[in-house]
């Protein structure tokens, strides 16, 4: 999959993240795309639904990531 595929999805702006730009969750593949400020873009798979709607309480939007998705899931690069 190309970055320009994993736009077709609605994005969910991260506001305050010195790291993350935004994020796209899929319920249908349960598959999470995360933007990076610097121009990477992953997509992590197997990903529950509850996960996506938490991170989008958590106070802290990196720690959260960095707690519960990163490293837990399976990961792939999207190609640019």
Same mark, same amino acid.
């Given at each position: 999959?190309?970055?320009?595929?994993?736009?077709?999805?609605?994005?969910?702006?991260?506001? /305050?993240?010195?790291?993350?730009?935004?994020?796209?969750?899929?319920? #249908?593949?349960?598959?999470?795309?995360?933007?990076?400020?610097? /121009? /990477?873009?992953?997509?992590?798979?197997?990903?529950?639904?509850?996960?996506? #709607?938490?991170?989008?309480?958590?106070?802290?939007?990196?720690?959260?990531?960095?707690?519960?998705?990163? /490293?837990?899931?399976?990961?792939?690069?999207?190609?640019?």
């Amino acid at each position: 999959m190309s970055m320009s595929e994993s736009f077709e999805k609605p994005w969910v702006v991260v506001k /305050g993240s010195s790291n993350i730009a935004a994020y796209a969750y899929d319920e #249908k593949t349960e598959e999470l795309t995360v933007k990076f400020h610097n /121009g /990477g873009v992953y997509t992590y798979s197997e990903v529950p639904l509850e996960l996506p #709607k938490e991170w989008e309480m958590a106070s802290s939007k990196g720690r959260y990531f960095h707690l519960v998705i990163k /490293g837990k899931f399976p990961c792939r690069k999207l190609e640019e």
